[in-house]
T-cell receptor
């Protein structure tokens, strides 16, 4: 099976702009989670979507939002970008049945630079 | 709230030497535990996981980890390190039943000298 794919891989934006990142999960995986990775804060959970509904949410401001489509693909959006939003954004998908349930498989990430 | 501590920020070992990376977790029940590896500029690759059962779990690339409930630890080991193992290693904990919200440690950067 193909792995988790994320687009774009690299992105440069300026402060105040908004950005949308996309994630395609492994075929058959219905849960998609998003994480932010920065040198200062490490890996932090943003949110998780399952069946087009947000199931879990981390401690991020409302500028960070996401959604999931009926084919399980997910997008996350960051509005009014700040310099501190520069990070590697990782998407992970997880099966919701079978022996690997609860195991998250990560994509290569989208590196966002905010100038 | 769950938490993970990786006390070693940076470890250097010689190629062929054994390796042990430490991980301590805090969680009210038996958690789901994971080790991931990340090469520069890449995503996270799952090395192994513990959900229940045998406390010694085998993973990919010759890695293993042992769950010790009494010590709240899940240390990663490899008997003989290869230069290609140089990377950053993350321990993570997820809530029992659903590991969709992982809490990660700060990572241990492994350097391998030839």
């Amino acid at each position: 099976k193909a792995g988790v794919t994320q687009t774009p891989r690299y992105l440069i934006k300026t402060r105040g702009q908004q950005v949308t990142l996309s994630c395609s999960p492994i075929s058959g995986h219905r849960s998609v989670s998003w994480y932010q990775q920065t040198p200062g804060q490490g890996l932090q959970f943003l949110f998780e979507y399952f069946s087009e509904t947000q199931r879990n949410k981390g401690n991020f401001p409302g500028r960070f939002s996401g959604r999931q489509f009926s084919n399980s693909r997910s997008e996350m959006n960051v509005s009014t970008l700040e310099l501190g939003d520069s990070a590697l954004y990782l998407c992970a998908s997880s099966p919701t049945s079978g022996g690997a349930v609860g195991t998250q498989y990560f994509g290569p990430g989208t590196r966002l630079l905010v100038l | 709230a769950q938490s993970v501590t990786q006390p070693d920020i940076h470890i250097t070992v010689s190629e062929g030497a054994s390796l042990e990376l430490r991980c301590n977790y805090s969680y009210g029940a038996t958690p789901y535990l994971f080790w991931y590896v990340q090469s520069p500029g890449q995503g996270l690759q799952l090395l192994l996981k513990y959900f229940s059962g045998d406390t010694l779990v085998q993973g990919i690339k010759g890695f293993e980890a042992e769950f010790k409930r009494s010590q709240s630890s899940f240390n990663l080991r490899k008997p003989s390190v290869h230069w290609s193992d140089a990377a950053e290693y993350f321990c993570a904990v997820g809530a029992t039943g659903t590991a969709s919200k992982l809490t990660f440690g700060t990572g241990t950067r492994l350097q391998v000298t030839l």
